[in-house]
């Protein structure tokens, strides 16, 4: 019998490719979604990549009543990966409450439905934003975390703590944070992909709308910056070798494989890229004009960072595998097929 696994947020951009490389891997999956940041559509998407249907059930997690709710439904569940949470740096300075009660009160939820109903597994959508700006570059997993520059940030490392302190109390309950560098990119089916809301935040999705004309122009946020060509560096990671990570840590978690019952792991390339090198490289492989100009840098940016990942190679037995310029073109191919180009 196939292993059913509860993926929240698996309707948004990482959680749908996720549930793909879950349903490629044999596992069952039952989507819990509030659709406030995606569509319900695509579930139809899913199964038309996968030729199954997802289970799906629009459901708020921070509120404990449909949280309560939805474990009572499903008895089969052995895992959750939880993806369910608001994004927006920018947002979350504007609206801290919403972000520190969404994005904790929903893992809170979880973790006491997970006791309550013997659910044994999770693991967790962190970020390398807990990272800051790191003294030591590439960043291991034992670089220090810093303060989070924004609630939304702030949100990741409470987060990982809350894990961290119920897996100490409850020991029979194993917890894997993944802490994502920059995820980019789309299915090669261009099916699913980055559904941003209103102008995106960031850099690819607006290199991709504006490559498609939507926008005048691509603002480069500063190149003044110590680095080579003077732009910000981050390691961007394929979508799908990103999902993939998610996969091997589920199998690790049900197999008992991990090495202790709260493990974090670095989800990375482990190359840095600059800002200019990416449109430079976009521009390369697709052919495309893409209008840039320099500005200010943006506030609450890091000058840089990327990841030692030979961690998590060693200890998930993963590692990412497509290349910056496959997994730009994948991305551009998702924007025209979106805009009917
Ligand atoms: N960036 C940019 N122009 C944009 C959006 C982003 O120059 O319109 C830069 C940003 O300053 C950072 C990098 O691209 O150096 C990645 O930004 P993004 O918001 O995608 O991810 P972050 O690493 O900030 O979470």
Same mark, same amino acid.
């Given at each position: ?20 490389? $879950? ?6 999956? /039952?989507? *819990?979604? !509030?659709? +406030? !940041?995606?569509? *319900? =559509? ?18 708020? @997690? ?28 920018? =947002? ?21 439905? %997970? ?6 597994? %999770?693991?967790? +959508?962190?970020?390398?934003? /807990? ?5 030591? @570059? ?10 989070? =520059? ?8 409470? #987060?990982?703590?809350? %894990?961290?302190?119920? #897996? ?12 994502? &560098? ?20 960031? $850099?690819?999705? &607006? ?10 122009? @691509?603002?480069? &946020?500063?190149?003044?910056? !110590? ?11 394929? /979508?799908?070798? $990103?999902?993939?990570?998610?996969? /091997? ?10 090495? !202790? ?66 997994? @730009? ?13």
């Amino acid at each position: 019998m196939s292993k059913q696994i509860l993926v929240t947020g698996g309707t948004g951009y990482i959680g749908s490719h996720t549930v793909v490389e $879950l349903q490629k891997s044999g596992f069952e999956v /039952v989507i *819990a979604d !509030n659709l +406030s !940041n995606s569509k *319900a =559509e695509v579930v139809d998407s899913i199964k038309e990549i996968t030729g199954i249907e997802p289970q799906f059930e629009k459901t708020d @997690l921070s509120i404990k009543d449909q949280s309560d709710a939805l474990f009572n439904k499903y008895k089969k569940i052995e895992a959750v990966i939880h993806f369910a949470a608001y994004k927006a740096v920018g =947002e979350s300075v504007e609206r801290p409450l919403e972000y520190y009660n969404n994005n904790i009160n929903s893992l809170i939820n979880i973790l006491s439905n %997970m006791r309550e109903h013997n659910i044994t597994n %999770m693991v967790f +959508s962190s970020s390398c934003t /807990v990272y800051g700006q790191p003294d030591k @570059l590439p960043v291991t997993e034992k670089t220090p975390r810093k303060e989070a =520059e924004s609630p939304y940030g702030n949100t990741k490392a409470i #987060c990982e703590d809350i %894990m961290r302190d119920f #897996c100490k109390a409850n020991t029979n309950i194993k917890c894997i944070a993944l802490r994502y &560098f920059n995820p980019i990119g789309a299915h090669e089916s261009a099916l699913i992909g980055e559904l941003p809301v209103g102008v995106p935040n960031n $850099l690819v999705p &607006f290199i991709t709308q504006t490559a498609a004309g939507i926008r005048k122009e @691509l603002s480069i &946020f500063g190149d003044d910056y !110590n680095t080579p060509d003077g732009t910000a560096i981050r390691d961007y990671i394929n /979508v799908t070798d $990103l999902s993939r990570a998610h996969v /091997v840590s589920i199998d690790r978690l049900i197999k008992n494989r991990n090495k !202790n019952n709260y493990e974090y792991f670095n989800v990375g390339t482990g190359n840095g890229l600059s800002v200019m090198e990416l449109v430079k490289t976009f521009i390369k492989v697709t052919g495309v004009k893409l209008p840039y100009k320099i500005v200010e840098r943006r506030e609450g940016d890091i000058e840089k960072i990327w990841a030692d990942t030979s961690y998590a190679n060693k200890e998930l037995g993963w590692e990412a595998t497509k290349t910056t310029e496959e997994t @730009l073109l994948s991305a551009w191919k998702w924007e025209k097929k979106i805009r009917s180009l």
